[in-house]
């Protein structure tokens, strides 16, 4: 494995890049004032209390959350019955079925969220599917609410 290791220093640069330094620039929008030149920064914590005083942040906040949570207990029951009968399954299943479950990932990120688009829409698949069924859980408008957000997550 050792021969490999230099291989590692691209994906390491490419990560400090695109996620460590945006990271900090956000951490640094967050403790100054606006209208910061590059040489002379004003640190402040204004942005906080703003954040926690306006309603619409404190909103917004917990919908995240209430997505957030919720996303996160469908994973676990699903994710832990799936995992545990591949692992308990026949050894030949084994590799198609997780295949089947990482696959989706493979798949470019603008790719899926243009598909969520189509299954989503006002005239989308899942309209079509649930359109004739008019129950409150499927309403027209899924795909500008938090119950799309949760299908989509």
């Not at 942005?47 to 909103?59: E, K, M, Q, T, Y």
């Not at 479950?101 to 989308?124: E, H, K, S």
Request: glycine share 6%.
């Amino acid at each position: 494995m050792r021969q490999f290791r230099s291989m590692v220093y691209p994906y390491v640069v490419w990560i400090a890049i695109m996620i460590v330094v945006p990271m900090l620039m956000i951490l640094l929008y967050a403790f100054t004032k606006e209208g910061n030149d590059v040489t002379t920064f004003r640190f402040t914590l204004e942005n906080f209390g703003r954040f926690f005083s306006d309603a619409v942040f404190l909103d917004v906040l917990k919908r995240s959350l209430i997505i957030a949570i919720f996303t996160t207990i469908i994973c676990v029951l699903l994710g832990y019955p799936i995992a545990y009968a591949i692992a308990t399954g026949p050894e030949k299943s084994k590799m198609f079925w997780i295949l089947m479950i990482t696959l989706p990932t493979w798949i470019n990120m603008l790719v899926r969220t243009y598909a969520w688009v189509g299954i989503l829409q006002d005239d989308g698949l899942f309209e079509q599917l649930f359109g004739a069924v008019r129950h409150r859980a499927f309403q027209n408008d899924v795909y500008h609410i938090r119950r799309g957000t949760g299908y989509g997550l």
